[in-house]
């Protein structure tokens, strides 16, 4: 098992596990549909966020195995103001995926992208993954500004390739090599 030293310190930011002190900032940004709109769920009530501090978020290990993630929240001045996921998909061996959800408050400042270099470093310096990727909705730029920022490139536009919310959207994947992270 792998253990981050945490709070793992940015310039500005600080990632740490989730806590139980967490559920009304993340209430805030969470139950809001218009940042819920691009990612996979729907906007949350305390109940879930109740279910996934009890499951998913109390895991505090890298996802050393297929199919684990850990996801930590992002502090800024002392206030929780959005969170990063670190996922290990089952397949293709050697990749892992990242996302992020940030409070609308703060949108415009980098957080994003200062919080995700932690994350790409924890991928291929403590798990040694071979590929990063970022996967999101065609029509989301500024998370795609994000990717691009933390020196991904497009790999592929699926169009319309998901039932999402109601409608057909399409994908957009960004990846980043290993040795494309080394040599930067």
């Known amino acids: 098992m792998i253990v981050p030293d945490y709070p793992i310190r940015t310039e500005r930011l600080l990632l740490r596990p989730l806590t139980s002190d967490d559920r009304e900032a993340l209430l805030a940004y969470r139950s809001i549909p218009e940042v819920c709109r691009y ?50 998909p089952a397949e293709p061996e050697g990749t892992a995926e990242i996302g992020y959800i940030f409070s609308p408050d703060v949108a415009g400042r980098g957080f994003a ?26 029509r989301n730029a500024p998370s795609a500004r994000v990717l691009e920022r933390l020196g991904m490139r497009l790999e592929g536009h699926f169009v319309e390739d998901d039932w999402f919310k109601g409608e057909w959207s399409s994908t957009l994947v960004y990846a980043l090599l290993e040795r494309e992270w080394r040599s930067r």
């Open 39 to 88: 990612v996979p769920f729907e906007p949350m009530d305390l109940a879930e966020i109740d279910r996934r501090m009890g499951g998913m978020w109390a895991v505090t290990s890298l996802p050393e195995q297929p199919g684990a993630n850990i996801t930590l929240g992002v502090e800024h001045d002392g206030v929780l103001v959005g969170d990063v996921v670190l996922m290990r």
């Open 113 to 138: 992208t200062e919080a995700c270099r932690p994350l790409l470093a924890l991928a291929f310096d403590d798990l040694g993954m071979h590929r990063v990727i970022g996967r999101l909705d065609a």
